[in-house]
């Protein structure tokens, strides 16, 4: 798995094509003829494009649920309702389908954001009202979230 790296201020044309940035797309050259796979967040009003390898590894996860569990299979519907695979034009665009541009109220202006093995695609607007009003402090949330990884000399023994 390949991680992303960068954020990119992009247009998208009427038709929801966007051209993916030089950077980004050396980045994922080696995953263009496997495809991507394009998802709503299930967290934000934004998407996820996943490199189909990711999103293999992702749905590996996902397939290893009971599926004679409600809860499961409720969850399973809702992590891919709207799942579309996409590909690169020959022109090196990406379509965006329209249900999927509608979910993400996504503008002209967008903003591709490196989210590790994936990208976040958010409209330019939200994702800059997103960053400037977080809902937690970034100190808190990193010692939180971080704070108890213990990794190489930091080990007790």
Not at 29 to 53: D, I, N
Not at 87 to 108: A, N, Q, W, Y
């Amino acid at each position: 798995m390949t991680n992303i790296i960068g954020t990119y201020e992009c247009k998208v044309d009427a038709k929801g094509r966007l051209m993916l940035p030089t950077a980004l797309k050396k980045q994922v050259m080696a995953k263009l003829e496997e495809g991507f796979v394009l998802k709503r967040s299930m967290f934000e009003q934004c998407l996820e494009l996943y490199p189909m390898e990711e999103w293999n590894a992702q749905m590996g996860m996902v397939n290893k649920l009971n599926r004679f569990v409600r809860k499961n299979v409720e969850f399973i519907r809702l992590f891919t309702a709207g799942v579309k695979v996409v590909e690169l034009d020959v022109t090196g665009r990406l379509l965006i389908p329209k249900d999927l541009v509608g979910f993400g109220s996504i503008s002209k202006d967008i903003v591709l954001a490196s989210a590790g093995t994936h990208v976040e695609i958010w409209d330019k607007a939200a994702y800059e009202n997103k960053l400037s009003n977080p809902e937690t402090d970034i100190a808190t949330l990193a010692e939180e979230v971080m704070g108890s990884l213990k990794t190489g000399a930091d080990e007790l023994p």
